[in-house]
């Protein structure tokens, strides 16, 4: 069935003229005036609206116009109204579309330029309503506060839902921002640890001096400003679960203790003799390749397979089909309304630029750029510009996906970079990446650090 679009004009001669030209590939309804554009628009729901600001009963200003308009989005506001405007209502058009419009056209209408108005029109409003639906009831595709409805996302729910059942240590792989807290925290919610605590620890944030006290604790007096006992991190999570974010940083000294309290539920605190139990399960993640680091003996082999019990790998956002629009909408949705900007929405060049875009910080660099992009935005169009995603990188018939993939990503690194005047930890903030990563991500391309 062709898209029901409803023509709202005063005009006899131009709505038959409307009808002729558009009739091929829609089905059209009309109304003159507000009244008859709100009955049709309730009763036929259409896809789209097209709508003349002058409409009796004053015909020669805006004020109907705007009024059926703002009655329109007050029915649905994400109803799609496209406004016509005589050459001199420029700038009641530029209103109409603050105040909600998708877009407007000046008279007398292009007859071509309508038509791709109209597709691209159609083309959002129906990706809209798959993200409504997707919405809807149960949100049959949100697992835990995660979002994915592709086959990959599948699968890491439907282990997560296995391993969850059980106490044994847990691995997660997966590059910078693909969720692996998330994840994490998703097991111990729907584990028999659930109501006890949930403890995260990045081991590259904290000095190797003070990780060993910060995760076993210490006795008071046992080095240079211990003035008290201190409980670590270890018996904390007792009856919980800890989550060891970045694993590969784990220092060598630290990696030999950890192994015995996975072997064996015991510890000691630093400067402590008693030994102490705790039942924590322990939940591991890493961006880094475990078995490369054993190789060159920087990480204990019997160390891995104590927490390679159960290993779940996340995948990357460029591998994850349409999952980027879909979390791309969701995301937009919660800044939007954490800014007070309603009835914000992506234009569908924004939304192509975001399934072309190879993320290379992964969920976390998508709503990194969506948040800025909402609070910056001028209007209630989001565009690639407002994304960012404008690179103006051409490829060759003869490139290929990787060459292609790390083009991009050479260029995003390079211009995030400048901007924060080399600054490796801002500019790793801003593409949605941990600093390490950054640093692999520059080795890799051939960028100076300096």
């Known amino acids: 069935m062709n898209p ?3 023509l709202v004009d005063d005009d006899e001669a131009i709505r038959t003229q409307m009808k002729w030209a558009l009739s091929a590939d829609y089905e059209i309804i009309s109304a003159e005036d507000r009244a008859g554009a709100v009955e049709n628009f309730k009763k036929k729901k259409p896809a789209v609206t097209l709508l003349d600001l ?16 703002a009655e329109l989005k007050a029915i649905d506001e994400m109803a799609k109204v496209i406004v016509i405007s005589g050459q001199g209502e420029k700038k009641n058009a530029l209103e109409a579309v603050a105040a909600g419009a998708y877009d407007f056209l000046c008279k007398p209408v292009d007859p071509d330029e309508l038509k791709l108005l109209l597709k691209r029109c ?4 129906d990706l809209e309503r798959e993200y409504r639906k997707a919405q809807e009831g149960q949100r049959a595709n949100v697992f ?7 086959p990959q996302m599948q699968g890491v729910f439907s282990f997560i839902r296995k391993v969850a059942t059980t106490t044994a240590p847990v691995l997660l792989l997966g590059e910078s921002g693909t969720g692996k807290e998330m994840a994490a925290l998703a097991i111990h919610r729907r584990g028999p640890r659930k109501d006890g605590p949930f403890i995260p620890i990045n081991c590259n944030a904290i000095p190797e001096n003070l990780l060993e006290s910060e995760l076993f604790g210490h006795e008071k007096g046992s ?44 510890f000691q605190r630093v400067g402590g003799r008693q030994e102490l139990t705790s039942d924590a399960r322990i939940i591991a993640a890493t961006n880094v390749d475990l078995k490369a680091g054993i190789n060159q003996g ?12 159960l290993v779940i790998s996340l995948p990357p956002l460029r591998e994850r089909g349409d999952d980027a629009i879909l979390l791309a909408q969701e995301f937009l949705q919660k800044y939007a309304a954490q800014n007070g900007k309603a009835n914000i929405a992506f234009v569908p060049e924004a939304l192509r630029a975001i399934n072309r875009h190879p993320w290379p910080g992964n969920v976390r660099e998508l709503q990194n750029r969506i948040k800025r992009a909402v609070i ?22 003869s490139t290929t996906l990787k060459e292609a993939r790390e083009n991009v990503e050479r260029e995003m690194v390079q211009r995030a970079l400048k901007r924060n005047l080399g600054r490796i930890s801002s500019a790793a903030a801003e593409l949605g990446i941990s600093r390490p990563t950054l640093y692999e991500l520059m080795e890799r391309l051939g960028i100076s650090r300096e």
């Not at 920087?298 to 019990?309: G, K, N, P, Q, T």
């Not at 910056?376 to 018939?397: C, N, V, Y």
């Open 122 to 125: 159609i083309y959002l409003a």
């Open 54 to 69: 002058g409409l009796p009963p004053r015909p020669t200003d805006p004020d109907e116009g705007l009024a059926t308009l």
């Open 4 to 6: 029901v679009l409803l």
């Open 223 to 266: 080095f240079t400003g211990a003035t008290m006992q201190r409980v670590g991190l270890v018996e904390t999570a007792k009856a919980g679960t800890l989550f060891l974010d970045e694993i590969g940083e784990l220092p060598p000294s630290i990696q030999v203790k950890l192994l015995r309290y996975l072997q064996e539920q015991h």
């Open 144 to 150: 835990e506060d995660m979002l994915g409805t592709s």
């Open 298 to 309: 920087s990480f204990r082999e019997d160390l891995y397979f104590r927490l390679a019990v």
């Open 376 to 397: 910056m935005a001028d209007s209630r169009r989001i565009t690639e510009k407002d994304l960012e995603l404008s690179t103006g990188i051409g490829f060759s018939s």
